[in-house]
């Protein structure tokens, strides 16, 4: 198989006979032996009795049904496990991804020797509570990450096979991926300007809370990205540091009272003076910080980070 389209759907019962027809008109016209995977992430609608009735219409659609409602990265991670084509393309279901773009992406990782091209959409069609948000949140990675590509969430994606087998996602780490993929050990990370569509069907699925969820999911992949196979390595630090300080302060006090007490001069006690139970507590954090990643340690090096997801059904 040379090429995989992975296309994750929640409730897009309108948008599905479109896309199907675009994509199976524009893939007529290459030579490119190719799979359509769609994951119908616990829609509510009719999405899925949809894409049952396509799968008898186009002969290249291979679908997967979850129980529920899990979110867009386990529906991608089921479609890359899913893939067999030596490339794998990603798009969204809504229209607002441009199948004509197929082809190029696909020769982009053949010709080039791409490990994986993003899409970027120079110009969208969306309200500026998405393209804002969007805006900040790119040129922050950008400058964390070292990967310079303009478009880190665009839907529009190609990679060749080894790389969509190398990464798990998780949560909501798909606005991530080519984090996870450079993360991976792949550095050749190309980008290629795409036409994006204006939705002609159904409302957006993503809100304000993007705003608060994109700034944690960027701190956890920063944190996993450095420390997550070795997590004593932060927690260890940190909580040595402060276990010194806290120490260091204490035998201070300690000193300052046995030489007071040598020269009889008055003095306080010890237990007294609120500089002895900030020595503590600094001494108790720092214990505790080390003993944090000592666990972390133990959990990451017997137990697996992979999504659970249930399947409902699956169509060959």
């Known amino acids: 198989m040379d090429l995989s389209i992975v296309i994750p759907v929640f409730n897009e019962q309108d948008s599905l006979p479109e896309l199907m027809e675009w994509i199976s008109k524009v893939m007529s016209n290459s030579k490119i032996r190719y799979e359509v995977i769609i994951v119908d992430d616990g829609s509510s609608d009719n999405s899925w009795k949809v894409i049952r009735g396509l799968t008898y219409n186009y002969d290249p659609i291979r679908a997967i049904r979850f129980r529920r409602n899990y979110g867009k990265a386990a529906a991608l991670q089921s479609g890359f496990e899913t893939a067999s084509g030596d490339v794998v393309i990603t798009m969204d279901a809504d229209l607002q991804d441009n199948p004509e773009e197929i082809p190029e992406l696909y020769r982009m990782i053949i010709d080039q020797h791409f490990d994986m091209v993003s899409g970027w959409k120079r110009k969208r069609h969306d309200p500026l509570t998405k393209t804002l ?110 276990f010194i300080a806290g120490f260091l302060a204490a035998a201070w006090l300690g000193a300052e009272k046995i030489y007071f007490t040598l020269k009889h001069i008055p003095r306080v006690r010890v237990t007294e003076s609120p500089y002895f139970y900030i020595a503590l507590t600094a001494m108790i954090i720092g214990s505790l910080l080390f003993l944090s990643g000592f666990l972390g340690e133990m959990i990451s090096r017997s137990s697996s980070d992979r999504n659970k997801y249930l399947i409902a059904e699956k169509i060959n």
């Not at 040129?139 to 990450?145: E, H």
């Not at 992949?221 to 390595?233: A, E, Q, V, W, Y």
Request: aromatic share 14%; net charge positive; glycine share 10%.
């Open 133 to 242: 948000p969007s805006k900040f949140y790119n040129r922050t990675v950008r400058m964390v990450s070292g990967i310079k590509i303009h478009d880190f969430n665009c839907g529009l994606k190609a990679y060749r096979q080894d790389v969509v087998k190398s990464i798990e996602l998780y949560g909501e780490m798909h606005r991530y991926i080519p984090v996870l993929v450079k993360k991976a050990g792949f550095t050749r990370i190309g980008e290629k300007v795409v036409q994006h569509q204006k939705r002609k069907y159904g409302i957006s699925k993503y809100g304000y809370k993007r705003l608060l969820t994109g700034f944690l999911d960027l701190q956890t992949i920063l944190f996993l990205s450095r420390f997550g196979k070795k997590p004593m390595h932060f927690f260890g630090s940190l909580g040595t540091l402060m």
